[in-house]
């Protein structure tokens, strides 16, 4: 993935391209997902990606030959169209929020916008690491990072199970974002 070459002040964004606490473009969470392919129209492809991520499955949503986001679901589950979509995830760049961060936006950037970044990871969530700002946009998404090789955030020696840092390589990106909603308070469909 490369860095993003579009500001990242722009305040007005298409919808359909719009990451939100409800959604990515126009799949939202609560929605089922035959309501989005009916949304979409005949235009777009559903691909099944297992694995994806340890314990989650994904449905490539594509359009124009391109990966526009990912339905994630539980590993080794099917996801049918009367199913409700609880977590979505887009490495797109052209997918941003209001405030226009987004996959490919530097950290740097992002910590304008949001204030104070926060890195961190969890080896027993297989040490995916996330940023979390200072105001962050909604409590429902996440931001993973992305470097050349290595963590995206400078932390101090020894690490232990959980580690957090405020410092950070100049370098380091937004890999991803993620939208998602526990099921038993998903917006119902």
Known sequence: MTPSTSSPERSSLPTAETISSEGIGPARLGMTLGKLKQALGAGST??????????????????????????????????????????????????RTTQGVGPGTSIQQAEAIYGEATLSYNTSNESREYVKFAAQPAQDIFFRTAVE???????????EEYNTTQEFQNTALIRSVEVNCPPESCPKP
Request: glycine residues 8%; without cysteine; aromatic residues 14%.
């Open 46 to 95: 559903f691909k099944v990606e297992s694995p994806f991520i340890v314990d989650f499955d994904a449905l490539a949503v594509i359009q124009s030959g391109e990966v526009q986001y990912y339905i994630l679901y539980p590993a080794g589950t099917t996801l049918g169209d009367s199913d409700v979509i609880t977590a979505l995830l887009t490495d797109n760049s052209r997918y």
């Open 149 to 159: 090789e290595g963590f995206a955030g400078i932390y101090p020696s020894p690490t």
